[in-house]
């Protein structure tokens, strides 16, 4: 079973794209989102649920590449 990526990006942020849009529910994979503005901000966490109105069922923080790049590792999935 795959889960999908959605992201809500930050205020003053753009994404362009998110790689992979899918992953195992056990977890584990490096998802890079590309964009821009993502240097601006200190903390960055990807939030991963299965709705965007559901509360977060993982966060995670963020590596910020550069200005254009972050990575998240994917958690192991919850109420699937």
Not at 48 to 72: G, H, Q, R, W, Y
Request: hydrophobic share 50%; proline share 6%.
């Amino acid at each position: 079973t795959n889960v999908a990526v959605t992201f809500t990006p930050l205020a003053d942020s753009n994404v362009l794209a998110i790689s992979p849009a899918l992953g195992p529910v056990t977890g584990g994979v490096n998802i890079t989102i590309t964009g821009r503005n993502f240097a601006a901000v200190s903390t960055v966490t990807c939030r991963f649920s299965k709705t965007d109105i559901e509360p977060a069922a993982a966060l995670v923080v963020a590596t910020v590449l550069n200005d254009t790049v972050l990575t998240c590792v994917t958690p192991r999935a919850v109420n699937v």
